[in-house]
């Protein structure tokens, strides 16, 4: 059991120069954590909501003095003395605190940060890593995901200069994780060389770190995603595969498409990526249709849903009760874990354990908007992710997560995902 002395937090910029929250939690036996709680920047409208100051004279009013008050004084003096039995009775008084059910009283940042700070107070209290205690938490053996590596970026991540939000870089026959860094490496400096010969442009990166040049749509980003994985002497589609995050909700406006300048219906847009499925060597989609495109999920899972992974994002948000859905509705086969659009670690179990029971891979992601806190990187080994997100290689941000990965790899010897 552990019993709270209090929580405490002061706001932080993320990698985008925009506030976020450290939150803090000491145990009364002098334990304590504290973790930074990540932002998105296309995020789905079912996620829980995050509290901003909404002063225009600050930060463009994302400032987040209202979270940490939030923190510091309502959820420290609620809890100050308060024992848990474990990281599910801490969440669930969290939840009941808030008393909403898309969290906004509190708010979902407050909230999280409390939740992930007492995971990391218990952890210690433990004298265990921060793995070790949440694959506790969850019944499982850690194991290392095997990551999907930002290599060209457009969307809301980048300018929209294509609609499409990331090609991303798997390899399915690297046998560690350091290899497959080595490898991503060997076609990141290949590319950002031939867009500086093609387009004349000095290193452009997106928000996750991705290269963005002004690609004329998306079909010529996945064309020359292809070229530099040859160019760098690997073959695609067996040493190195493409992941794409299409992030549809971004573009999809009263119904229909606006793909790369062209309005195109439902099924439309999925004849497109039946098409680039047959072009280019993608292994998953992630949001391939816009988050209540509901028909259109299902049009896609039966078009394709035996071949590729059908990642849910802004269709899912982390949520039980959209998976459930998205389940019985044959609309998805594969779940992007991110703990802050659901807030709480126990929900994002829950979320976890429903996807798996329902014979679904598990992506665990990043958010755009991170900072150099490494938590991310213990959770998805310790809840045995079959995949990682993070971003591409270029940012300490992103950096934070692979570094953590390794020493992982190399310490703890974890079993590399399959």
């Known amino acids: 059991m552990s019993r709270v002395r209090?929580?405490?937090?002061?706001?932080?910029?993320?990698?985008?120069?925009?506030?976020?929250?450290?939150?803090?939690?000491?145990l009364e036996d002098g334990?304590?954590?504290?973790?930074?709680?990540p932002a998105g920047a296309s995020t789905g409208g079912n996620e829980a909501l995050e509290l901003r100051d909404g002063d225009e004279r600050r930060h463009a009013g994302l400032g987040c003095l209202k979270a940490v008050a939030r923190l510091n004084d309502d959820i420290s003096r609620a809890a100050e003395g308060k024992r848990?039995?474990?990281?599910?009775?801490?969440?669930?008084?969290?939840?009941?605190?808030d008393g909403r059910q898309d969290k906004s009283r509190l708010g979902a940042n407050a909230i999280l940060g409390a939740s992930l700070a007492f995971c990391r107070a218990v952890a210690a209290q433990r004298g265990l890593e921060l793995y070790q205690h949440l694959a506790d938490m969850a019944g499982l053996s850690p194991q290392l995901p095997r990551p999907m590596i930002?290599?060209?970026?457009?969307?809301?991540?980048?300018?929209?200069?294509?609609s499409v939000q990331d090609a991303q870089l798997l390899m399915p026959q690297a046998d560690s994780l350091s290899r497959a860094l080595e490898m991503t490496g060997d076609v990141y400096r290949v590319a950002a060389e031939r867009m500086r010969r093609r387009y004349d442009m000095r290193l452009l990166r997106a928000d996750e770190g991705g290269l963005a040049p002004p690609f004329a749509d998306s079909r010529a980003m996945l064309a020359e995603a292809v070229a530099a994985i040859e160019a760098a002497g690997y073959a695609p589609g067996e040493d190195i595969a493409l992941t794409l995050d299409v992030a549809a909700s971004q573009f999809c406006h009263d119904g229909r498409y606006l793909l790369d300048g062209a309005w195109l219906e439902s099924g439309e847009l999925l004849d497109e990526i039946t098409d680039w499925l047959k072009e280019f060597p993608i292994v998953s989609i992630e949001d391939g249709l816009a988050e209540e495109d509901w028909a259109g999920w299902r049009g896609l899972h039966a078009r394709v849903g035996s071949r590729v992974m059908l990642l849910g994002d802004d269709l899912l948000c982390t949520n039980p009760r959209r998976i459930q859905h998205a389940i019985d509705q044959s609309a998805a086969n594969s779940l992007l874990l991110k703990v802050n659009q659901i807030g709480t670690l126990t929900e994002a179990l829950a979320?976890?354990?429903?996807a798996r029971q329902a014979g679904w891979r598990v992506v665990v992601s990043a958010r755009s908007g991170e900072t150099e806190d490494d938590w991310l990187a213990d959770l998805a080994a310790g809840w045995a992710a079959d995949y990682i997100k993070v971003g591409s290689i270029t940012q300490s941000e992103r950096l934070a997560k692979y570094n953590r990965l390794l020493v992982l790899e190399r310490m703890a010897g974890l079993r590399f995902a399959g």
Not at 84 to 97: R, W
Not at 150 to 162: E, P
Not at 351 to 354: A, D, E, K, P, Q
């Open 84 to 97: 848990f039995e474990s990281q599910a009775e801490l969440d669930q008084f969290l939840i009941e605190l």
């Open 351 to 354: 979320s976890l354990r429903l």
């Open 6 to 26: 209090k929580f405490s937090a002061l706001e932080i910029l993320d990698s985008r120069g925009r506030p976020t929250l450290l939150a803090r939690c000491e």
């Open 31 to 37: 334990a304590f954590g504290q973790a930074s709680v």
């Open 150 to 162: 930002n290599l060209f970026s457009g969307g809301a991540h980048a300018g929209a200069q294509v």
